[in-house]
C-alpha cells in the first residue's frame, strides 16, 4: 500500500478515530481542526495534496543536516539576540549605579534594591494573561511586538528623574518582557527535539547580555558630551538595539514550523514530524481547563517553582549588585565596567558546558546537581576568605549558577506535554525566577556595604537547597518512569495496534500519553 492510501484509509494515521487511554486519564476525542495540534491540521492537509507522497517521503541524512542547520542559523540569532536584550536592561541597571543614576535620581536606602526588584512584580503580574493571549493570537506576533514595546520603554528610562519615575518604568519593563522566558521556551519546544534542546536552549538564554552590557557600558562611559548622562545613553543605545532588533523578528520569525516561510513545504513537513518523539505537542488554540488543572497538581511544576526561585535568589542579588561589589573591591568605574563583561562570560561558560555534558552523558539532573558545586564553592571562598581584589575570582565562581538554571529549564521543555499544560507550567516556573529575582537584591542591605554578609549567606543557602531539591527531582522523575513503563505494559496490546500519531499530535499532557517518558 503506497503512503498517500495509507494516510486516506486511516484519516493520517488513524487520527480520525476516537483516542483510547488509559484508566484515570480523560477521553480525547479526534477534531482535527479545533482539539488536535496544529501539527495534525497541517499534516492531514498535507496528506491530501496531489503530490503527497513526494513532499511527505524521509528527507536524506544530507538533507536532514541542512535543514537542522538552516534552522539554526535563523531561529537561534532571532531567538538569542532578543532574549539577551530582555535581560540588558536588567544588568543595566547595577551598571548605571555606578555611572551616576543613583546620584541623579536622588536613590536612598533600599530604594535601588527596589527598583532593580519591581521588574519582576510587573512580570509576575502579566505572565499568566500574557501567556494566554499568547495561546490565543498568532505567537511570533505577539512576541514581536512585546520586544518592539519593551524597547520603547527602555528608550524613555532616560527621562526618569526620580524613584516613582523609575518604578513605574520597570513595571511597565516586566509587564511586557513577562512574555520572553516562557515565550521563547515553547518556541524552543517547537523546533528542536528533547535531544536537542539543551545546547540551544544553553545559547538562547546565554548571559551574553552582561558581554553586550560591558560593551556599551564602556562605549558610554567614553562619552564625553554633556546633553545627557553616561548611565542616560547606556539605556538608548539599549532600548535602540532591542526596537532595530524587534523589527527582524516582525520579518522573520514564524508562528510555528508550519508556517515558515524560509522553509520548503517538504522542510516545513519535516521539521513537523521530527518533533514527533517529542511527545509533548507543537501548537493549539483552544485553552483546556483540564491541563490548566493538571499544571497545578503536578508535583514536577513545583519542584520547578522552588528550583526557580532558589537558583535566581543568587541571580538578583549578583545582578543588581555586582558592580558595586566589584568597585568596592578598589576597582575604578572603567575597569569595574570591563570586569563586568567577565561575568557574562564566566556564566555562558558555565551553561554550554553543563549543556555539553547534559547532551552527552544522557544524565540532565546529575548535571544539574554537579554543576551547583562550583558556585557553591565560590559563595564559601566569598564568605571565609578576606574581601580582596582576588575575591574577583571567588564572585566569578559563582556567576557560574547559569548551568544549573538552563539544564533545569531544558528539563521543563522535554517534560512537559500538552499546549495549554506547557503554558501554564512555564508561566509558574517564570513566577519562581521573578521571585529569586525579587528576594536577591534585598539580601544585599545596604548598611551592610560593603561586605553584604546577608547577601552572601543567602547565596550559600539557596545553593545548597538547590543541589539537594535537583537530586529529589530526580529522583521523583525515575519513579514516574517506573509507574509509565507499567501503565505501557498493562495496554502493550492496544497501544501496539494504534498509529503512534494519534496520541503524538493530540494535544495530550506528559500524565495523558501513555507513551510518554521522562527524560532524567
Known amino acids: 500500500m503506497s503512503k498517500v492510501q495509507d494516510y486516506d484509509e486511516k484519516g493520517f494515521g488513524g487520527l480520525n478515530q476516537p483516542m483510547e487511554v488509559p484508566e484515570g486519564h480523560d477521553q480525547v476525542h479526534h477534531d482535527v481542526t479545533k482539539k488536535d495540534d496544529e501539527a495534525a491540521a497541517f499534516l492531514a492537509e498535507v496528506a491530501n495534496r496531489p503530490d503527497a507522497e513526494e513532499v511527505l517521503s524521509p528527507l536524506t541524512p544530507q538533507e536532514s543536516k541542512k535543514l537542522i542547520r538552516k534552522i539554526d542559523w535563523i531561529m537561534v540569532p532571532l531567538l538569542g539576540v532578543a532574549m539577551m536584550m530582555g535581560s540588558v536592561d536588567k544588568v543595566a541597571l547595577a551598571t548605571a549605579a555606578v555611572m551616576g543614576l543613583r546620584e541623579d535620581t536622588h536613590l536612598v536606602g533600599q530604594q535601588y534594591s527596589w527598583t532593580s526588584s519591581i521588574i519582576y512584580f510587573g512580570a509576575i503580574a502579566a505572565i499568566l494573561p500574557s501567556l494566554m493571549l499568547m495561546q490565543r493570537l498568532p505567537p511570533h506576533i505577539y512576541i514581536s511586538t512585546n520586544v518592539t514595546i519593551w524597547g520603547i520603554i527602555t528608550l524613555c528610562l532616560p527621562a526618569c528623574k526620580n524613584f516613582a519615575g523609575l518604578m513605574v518604568a520597570r513595571f511597565m519593563l516586566g509587564v511586557f518582557e513577562s512574555v520572553i522566558f516562557a515565550g521563547l521556551g515553547l518556541i524552543v519546544s517547537m523546533w528542536w527535539t528533547r535531544e536537542e534542546q539543551s545546547y540551544r536552549t544553553a545559547i538562547i538564554f546565554s548571559t551574553a547580555s552582561s558581554i553586550t552590557n560591558g560593551l556599551l557600558a564602556v562605549a558610554a562611559w567614553n562619552y564625553k558630551g554633556t546633553a545627557i548622562s553616561r548611565w542616560q545613553l547606556l539605556f538608548l543605545l539599549v532600548g535602540a538595539i532591542t526596537f532595530a532588533w524587534s523589527l527582524l523578528m516582525w520579518a522573520f520569525l514564524p508562528a510555528n514550523p508550519t508556517k515558515a516561510r524560509w522553509l520548503t513545504l517538504r522542510q516545513r513537513v519535516a521539521a513537523t514530524t521530527r518533533m514527533q518523539d517529542n511527545h509533548t505537542g507543537m501548537e493549539n488554540k483552544i485553552f483546556k481547563l483540564n491541563q490548566f488543572k493538571e499544571a497545578f497538581i503536578d508535583p514536577k511544576t513545583w519542584f520547578y517553582f522552588f528550583?526557580?526561585?532558589?537558583?535566581?535568589?543568587?541571580?538578583?542579588?549578583?545582578?543588581?549588585?555586582?558592580?558595586?561589589?566589584?568597585?568596592?573591591?578598589?576597582?575604578?568605574?572603567?575597569?569595574?565596567?570591563?570586569?563586568?563583561?567577565?561575568?557574562?562570560?564566566?556564566?555562558?561558560?558555565?551553561?554550554?558546558?553543563?549543556?555539553?555534558?547534559?547532551?552527552?552523558?544522557?544524565?540532565?539532573?546529575?548535571?544539574?546537581?554537579?554543576?551547583?558545586?562550583?558556585?557553591?564553592?565560590?559563595t564559601i571562598l566569598l564568605y571565609k576568605l578576606p574581601r580582596d581584589k582576588v575575591a574577583l575570582l571567588y564572585l566569578y565562581l559563582g556567576y557560574m549558577y547559569w548551568g544549573p538554571y538552563i539544564v533545569m529549564m531544558a528539563s521543563m521543555y522535554a517534560n512537559t506535554g500538552g499546549h495549554t499544560k506547557k503554558l501554564t507550567v512555564y508561566a509558574l516556573g517564570?513566577?519562581?525566577?521573578?521571585?529569586?529575582?525579587?528576594?536577591?537584591?534585598?539580601?544585599?542591605?545596604?548598611?551592610?556595604?560593603?561586605?553584604?554578609?546577608?547577601?552572601?549567606?543567602?547565596?550559600?543557602?539557596?545553593?545548597?537547597?538547590?543541589?539537594?531539591?535537583?537530586?529529589?527531582?530526580?529522583?521523583?522523575?525515575?519513579?514516574?518512569?517506573?509507574?509509565?513503563?507499567?501503565?505501557?505494559?498493562?495496554?502493550?496490546?492496544?497501544?501496539?495496534?494504534?498509529?503512534?500519531?494519534?496520541?503524538?499530535?493530540?494535544?495530550?499532557?506528559?500524565?495523558?500519553?501513555?507513551?510518554?517518558?521522562?527524560?532524567?
Open 430 to 520: 517564570y513566577m519562581g525566577y521573578c521571585v529569586g529575582n525579587i528576594i536577591g537584591p534585598q539580601t544585599f542591605l545596604t548598611k551592610q556595604a560593603p561586605l553584604y554578609v546577608g547577601g552572601v549567606i543567602a547565596m550559600l543557602t539557596c545553593y545548597s537547597l538547590a543541589l539537594v531539591t535537583i537530586g529529589f527531582y530526580y529522583l521523583y522523575l525515575k519513579k514516574l518512569n517506573i509507574r509509565k513503563a507499567k501503565e505501557y505494559e498493562a495496554n502493550r496490546a492496544q497501544l501496539e495496534s494504534e498509529d503512534q500519531l494519534l496520541s503524538d499530535w493530540q494535544d495530550l499532557t506528559d500524565l495523558q500519553n501513555p507513551r510518554f517518558v521522562y527524560a532524567i
Open 307 to 378: 528550583i526557580n526561585v532558589m537558583l535566581n535568589i543568587p541571580n538578583g542579588g549578583l545582578v543588581g549588585f555586582n558592580s558595586i561589589v566589584v568597585k568596592s573591591l578598589g576597582f575604578t568605574t572603567q575597569t569595574t565596567l570591563f570586569l563586568g563583561i567577565l561575568t557574562g562570560v564566566m556564566s555562558w561558560m558555565s551553561s554550554l558546558f553543563w549543556g555539553w555534558v547534559a547532551v552527552k552523558t544522557k544524565q540532565r539532573h546529575l548535571s544539574a546537581m554537579a554543576s551547583c558545586v562550583l558556585p557553591l564553592i565560590g
